[in-house]
């Protein structure tokens, strides 16, 4: 498992149907209206988070050296090898908030349920499935896609050599 | 690993989903439709996935420029717009707003209709005549149009005045409403919904949502119903009665429905759309001899009509004309390859029509001033020129015959025989037999319970559901009941193409009650009763079963129940706003956009019950679907305290 979610902020609409789409995926109910039916409190775990002109939808990075895992008494924060995602182990949780306090991205938050702490987890249930995170399935224009490091850095460069290849032509017909 | 996850479950696409619940035309046509790479209803669907939850819940708020807004339905962000809308507000703005679009294109269909009844009765539409005495005169006198003596271009012209002027009626009710039993009339009068104008209804509906008028959702909803009774007692009323009067009141006739009516070797011309004004006069132009030659020496034997949607429901209600499909087959006729022009004029016809015609020869024609396409010909429906118009257009057809590609056709075989033609009036005959014409006989069935109740299943066919197959499934469930069906648009097209249409399927698909009634009577255990504007009819119908007495004193005491199970359009909102405000409870395959208000949703499905006795239902299963109506009708029976149902 070594996936990861890429965002093109230029892309994101604000339509929050990432909002939505996580809430879903990881409720009981399991649908829109069968939630709504059930009075259930469904929580996202992905927020757009308006930045002047733009907006960025925000998760968690499932950052490798994790300050909410190393901050967490009781290892309920926790990853189960490199390359997996971060998770929360509710059994474990005590609720003392830490890594909300240090997360430097703000994606963690108080459970609605009363229950230790929410977070992405990568949809690792509909990985296992063969599906695409709730988020990036979601995305009607595409801003959030599931991808590896290996690829975005991979598109990264092409598209700087791309840029280089212009450069280069515009200078030879100086 | 303890976060919640719900369990991923592999979707089936529209696409697959729909190749299990169509008819085998429908599917086999769609089937070549992918293969040629085609990009279809069921593709852009798919695309579409996530629909937006927002809007799904009625949570989305264009209405002005403080937004675009939304309302978070879990709770977490935002509960109210920037103005302060609250999700009641915002639901209910959006449930009127569409309402009121769906009455304003019935409506505007029933105008067009008048319009041309007063050209024809001042001489200048001559194409069309007045083919219908007996129901201009009976119409006539409920405006109070003196008839004894009269011509009748007369009489006529002195009706389409008055026709028209219930749109723009600025004092006093419509004069339609009159028609309703006199308990829906104090019903409606007691919470201030009465029809008054047909455009005041839509115009001061609209103007009420605009931000900062209207901010209860209750006066809100109370609107959206009298801006649909403006429809389904006013507009699409005038709409049945107009071409009753023109083309003539139909009568039961035998008809074909199914792709499988293109033929190979003749001209074949679609006409796809609702105002039997255009479709009519083609009726008459392909049945012209010199158009008839001008296809023989394209190499053509001859020309074939067929329609697609409720133009088609008009013209096989009063010519027999053949139905090629319904409102999802309009991609799949042109798959065919064989449709030399598919002529459309307004209401339900796909902006993706162009894109699929360009992979094959047809030739694509507009004709109404209201709906232009990007890349079709436009050849304007002129009434006081229309047969020349007509003919223009079908010439068009002929010459297009010889540009077929032959290794892009592609006929399925199958069609079906069905029989449609019946209204309010002639099912007096039907069911009371020539030398009694009453519904005496139909209400004396339910009440020995031998017939349980009477059910209106109506609508669009919707890849959300099952492409059509719903109101088969349901409407088999109904009539296995004992449940007589009274059916109009492309619900009755698709259950025409499953043979419910036919008086053989009594004997295969009816309970033994029903099946004793067809039996006796010869006719179908499922009645079409025409065009969407044509509801109209199944709610006169309601009005004399009433009169006729023993089955309640009001339409909301009968046992009868409505439903469309797969709607799509503003026209079918509008409609169910009639029909839930004329008293009867009415099943929606997918919800209207109220869940994510509660209040709404709860006045809905149930505080309207207690207002005007009909109310909405929500439910994705046809079969249950049936069932919930099944019960309902079986509580009107208790009410009443009928007989219980002869062979249970």
């Known amino acids: 498992m070594n996936g990861m979610l890429s965002i093109d902020v230029s892309r994101c609409v604000s339509c929050k149907t990432c909002e939505l789409e996580c809430a879903i995926a990881h409720s009981e109910a399991g649908t829109l209206f069968a939630i709504l039916a059930a009075g259930e409190k469904a929580q996202r775990r992905i927020v757009v988070e308006p930045a002047g002109q733009l907006s960025v939808p925000l998760q968690c990075r499932h950052c490798e050296d994790a300050p909410c895992v190393a901050v967490c008494p009781t290892q309920a924060m926790h990853r189960n090898g490199q390359d997996f995602p971060v998770l929360v182990d509710d059994a474990r949780c005590i609720g003392c908030h830490a890594c909300i306090a240090v997360c430097p991205f703000g994606v963690i938050s108080k459970s609605r349920m009363g229950k230790a702490v929410v977070k992405c987890d990568l949809c690792v249930r509909r990985l296992a499935q063969g599906q695409q995170p709730a988020c990036a399935a979601g995305c009607p224009t595409h801003a959030i896609r599931y991808t590896t490091p290996e690829e975005v850095a991979r598109e990264a460069r092409r598209r700087s050599a791309e840029s280089f290849l212009v450069a280069v032509e515009r200078g030879s017909t100086r | ?648």
Not at chain 2, 174 to 180: F, I, N
Not at chain 2, 301 to 323: D, K, S, V
Not at chain 2, 486 to 509: D, F, H, N, R
Not at chain 2, 554 to 576: C, F, M, Q, R, T
């Open chain 2, 1 to 648: 690993m303890s976060t919640t996850s719900r369990p991923a479950v592999p979707e089936v696409s529209a696409f697959d989903r729909a190749l299990t619940s169509m008819d085998p035309a429908s599917r086999q046509m769609a089937q070549r439709g992918r293969d040629l790479g085609l990009e279809m209803v069921w593709d852009r669907y798919q695309a579409q996935q996530p629909q937006c939850g927002f809007g799904s819940l009625g949570l989305c708020c264009t209405v002005c420029n403080l937004g675009p807004c939304r309302i978070d339905p879990f709770g977490q962000g935002p509960r109210q717009g920037v103005c302060g809308a609250t999700a009641e507000v915002i639901a209910a703005r959006n449930l009127l707003r569409a309402a009121a679009a769906g009455s304003a294109c019935h409506s505007d269909h029933g105008r067009h209709m008048a319009h041309a009844l007063k050209e024809v009765a001042e001489g200048g539409a001559t194409a069309y005549r007045i083919s219908s005495v007996e129901r201009l005169s009976k119409v006539a006198r409920e405006y109070g149009v003196a008839v004894d003596g009269r011509p009748k271009e007369k009489i006529a012209l002195e009706l389409a005045e008055k026709m028209l002027a219930e749109f723009g009626r600025q004092e006093g009710d419509g004069v339609l409403a009159a028609r309703a039993p006199r308990k829906q009339q104090e019903i409606w009068k007691k919470h201030g919904i009465t029809p008054r104008g047909i455009d005041h209804e839509v115009v001061e509906g609209i103007a009420k949502t605009h931000m900062g008028v209207d901010n209860d959702a209750a006066n809100l909803l109370k609107s959206a119903m009298r801006v649909g009774l403006a429809d389904g007692w006013g507009g699409s009323m005038i709409a049945t009665d107009v071409s009753d009067i023109l083309f003539g009141a139909p009568e039961p006739v035998r008809g074909r429905v199914n792709l499988g009516v293109l033929k190979e070797r003749e001209v074949n011309i679609v006409v796809h759309g609702h105002v039997p004004l255009l479709s009519e006069v083609i009726v008459a132009a392909t049945r012209e001899p010199e158009l008839i030659s001008l296809a023989k020496e394209k190499g053509a034997e001859g020309i074939n009509l067929a329609g697609i949607c409720c133009t088609a429901n008009e013209i096989l209600m009063r010519r027999g004309i053949p139905i090629a499909g319904s409102f999802l087959q309009q991609e799949l006729a042109l798959a065919t390859g064989v449709v030399d022009a598919m002529v459309v004029d307004v209401q339900c016809i796909m902006p993706a029509l162009g894109q699929i015609a360009s992979c094959f020869h047809t030739k694509l024609i507009s004709t109404d001033p209201r709906a232009k396409f990007p890349g079709m010909e436009h050849i304007e429906l002129v009434e006081k020129d229309a047969l020349p118009i007509a003919r223009t257009i079908v010439r068009r057809a002929v010459e297009n015959f010889p540009n077929r590609n032959g290794a892009r056709k592609l006929i399925p075989s199958e069609t079906m025989d069905l029989v449609a033609g019946f209204t309010t009036e002639n099912v007096f005959y039907n069911l009371g037999g020539r030398f009694r014409a009453t519904y005496r006989p139909l209400n004396d069935a339910i009440m020995a319970g031998r017939i349980r109740g009477v059910a209106g299943v109506v609508g669009c066919d919707n890849p959300k559901n099952k492409s059509g197959g719903s109101h088969v499934e349901m409407v088999k469930e109904l009539i296995r009941n004992d449940v007589l069906v009274v059916q109009t648009g492309c619900s009755a097209i698709a259950c025409a193409k499953a043979g419910l249409l036919k008086p053989e399927a009594a004997l295969e698909y009816a309970g033994r009650g029903l099946r004793e009634v067809c039996e006796a009577v010869g006719i179908p255990p499922v009645l079409h009763t025409g065009s969407c504007v044509d509801n109209t009819r199944i709610l006169t119908a309601c009005v004399e079963m009433v009169r006729e007495g023993g089955i309640g004193t009001g339409i909301d005491e009968l046992p009868v129940a409505g439903a469309a199970p797969e709607w799509y359009s503003e026209k079918a909102i509008a409609i169910g706003w009639y029909v839930v405000a004329s008293g009867i409870f009415t099943v929606f395959g997918t919800p209207l956009r109220v869940h994510g208000s509660p209040a709404v949703e709860k006045y809905v499905t149930e505080e309207l019950a207690g207002m005007v006795g009909g109310a909405w239902a929500f439910e994705p299963d046809p079969v249950q679907g049936a069932r919930l109506m099944i019960e309902h009708i079986n509580r009107k029976r208790e009410a009443l305290k009928l007989a219980p149902m002869m062979y249970q």
